[in-house]
């Protein structure tokens, strides 16, 4: 049986990365907990015809791979940085070469980074409306996690800790219609 793939796609250049400590550890709860085959990406994978491009057949081959990566997941994991109250631009750009369809569906877990707590409602105002447009299935409990929470750029907080787990524990209502089309298709 093929094994459920979550892919986390961190829309940052930066390494190493707080959003990408942030969804690695999700990741890695997901994984211990479902079984699920983890692949996490950033913006540096992607690569600099991200920002040459104007349509998807414009991208390079390793970022062709990335798309396809995040469009066949079976559990997609966003993690934003927070910048000026957003998310970055070139990750948006990154998710306007999409297919409208492409996310129909599909379980996304959303997460974001910031300086501080005036920027925690950045997953509620711009990454939950940029997936419900996809269609996607955003998950109820998003994470945010702030310049507090980690340690080296690992996510030390309890509390988000906490709720990182608490949004890991929403995937399970996915994971029995994900094993059965797997099977399904076998």
């Given amino acids: 049986m093929s ?3 979550l892919v986390g796609l961190v829309g940052s250049y ?5 959003s990408a400590a942030l969804v ?5 709860l997901a994984q211990n907990r479902y079984g699920l085959a983890t692949e996490i990406y950033d913006l ?3 690569g600099p015809s991200l920002g040459l491009a104007q349509w998807p057949d414009q991208l390079d081959a390793q970022a062709k791979n990335i798309v396809q990566r995040v ?3 079976d559990v997609l994991v966003i993690g934003s940085p927070t910048y000026k109250g957003s998310y970055p631009g070139l990750f948006k750009h990154f998710i306007d070469l999409l297919d409208p369809l492409a996310l129909r569906g599909k379980p996304v877990l959303l997460t974001a980074t910031g300086g501080g707590d005036r920027h925690a409602l950045m997953v509620e105002h711009q990454l939950r409306p940029l997936f419900g447009f996809f269609m996607s299935h955003t998950l109820p409990s998003a994470v945010y996690a702030s310049d507090r929470d980690f340690e080296n750029y690992k996510l030390t907080s309890q509390p988000a800790l906490a709720r990182a ?3 890991v ?4 209502a996915f994971v029995p219609v994900l094993h059965r089309d797997v099977i399904a298709a076998e």
């Fill in 165 to 167: 787990a608490q949004a």
């Fill in 14 to 18: 930066n390494r190493p990365s707080k």
């Fill in 24 to 28: 690695e550890t999700i990741g890695q």
């Fill in 44 to 46: 540096t994978d992607v």
């Fill in 71 to 73: 469009v066949d997941a």
């Fill in 3 to 5: 094994r459920l793939t």
């Fill in 169 to 172: 524990d929403e995937i399970a």
